[in-house]
């Protein structure tokens, strides 16, 4: 028998899902709430942007094997269902808010069969599946744990920009699991990308929602290792550029995500380091995460390093002064501004009394719904235009491939911070601009 699947909240997460177990053969039904999101997807056409997705979803459509609805009710048939709903940061605490994973396992509890598998997709805290356990047998009584359902989880782990290659051909698979049968349904749901060679990770239930949040944690870590050696760079006159290349050499460390800059941001790694620390002070471990108080504190203290750095170019004063951004999403290949550095830097100076344009080849309106107080231009050159110095936040190729000597007629000072470290600062010089990078003070 072909398993049918559904998953639950379409947003980024769930349509990539939806479309790639689409692209496995499998009858699909996605379901969210938003009824303007449900139109857009129904129509083959993507609410957000994903370099890949909108074609892969397009082609999916025409098959007939996926469909998007609001209506609950269309999930009886389903044979396993994917909860892929958001847990942003709770507005009283650093905790996560699991509201959206427990009204949709409410709201799809009354219609599963027997027999069917709940998986959890969404970056939870460890014990959310106990808790999803709990809330099937209370909306559904007639049904036994491990007879007639099961529950488990199968973490994400989706880079921006890279969404539909991580989820088609990922670098590995976790499935949280209570029994074989669990196993073997994620098995065969799974079978084409196994077969691919992609190493399969059984665990229990609390170590795979432990597995994103550890691995979220780690990569925070090390961004943040390497900005606060960029302080430390700036402090001894070093170039933390050539110290990340020198240790990155070491096979122990890699070189990746040793980029030094305005740190990370975005829906994922700021508020699943938060949620992690305070679920571990309430299972009484908050000790064994005090450290990523201080890689929270690295993160932010690097957004104000870079309004630090703009004070001492143009003054203290910042109201006569305009300011170009480039770019407002927290990276590349990306439209979303959720917790954006670039932003929050640029709201900052506007608040400071500077005059802020910010460009993105992706997120304008994005940014502009978040921020509708920011200036925002269409084309680079319309950014900087006038401009007394230029920000430069998140690095997209097209600003990497800038000539800056096509800019310097437009501006009326040639001051650039390269908040990422990823503009070629020779270039740059040469054609006459004061170049500043977070960690370089040559």
Known sequence: MTLKLSVIGCGYLGATHAACMSSLGFEVVGVDTDPDKVASLSRGELPFYEPGLDTLLEAEMKTGRLSFTTDFSAVADADVHFVCVGTPQSKDGLAADLSYVKASVAAIAPYLKKGALVVGKSTVPVGTGDEVVALIKQVRPDLVEGVDFDVASNPEFLREGFAVEDTLTPNRLVVGVANDRAEEILKEVYEPVIALGTPWIRADLPTAELVKVAANSFLATKISFINAMAEVCEAAGGDVTVLAKAIGYDPRIGNRFLQ?????????????IRAFMARAQELGADQALEFLRE????????RQRVIDVVRADLSEDLTQYKIAVLGATFKPDSDDVRDSPALDIAAQLQAAGAKVVVHDPKAIENARKRFPALGFAESVHECVKDSDLILHLTEWREYRDIDPATLTSLVKKQIVIDGRNALDRDKWRKAGWKFHALGRTD
């Open 260 to 272: 030094a800059g305005i740190g990370f941001g975005g829906g994922c790694l700021p508020k699943d």
């Open 295 to 302: 890689i929270d504190n690295i993160n932010l203290r690097a």
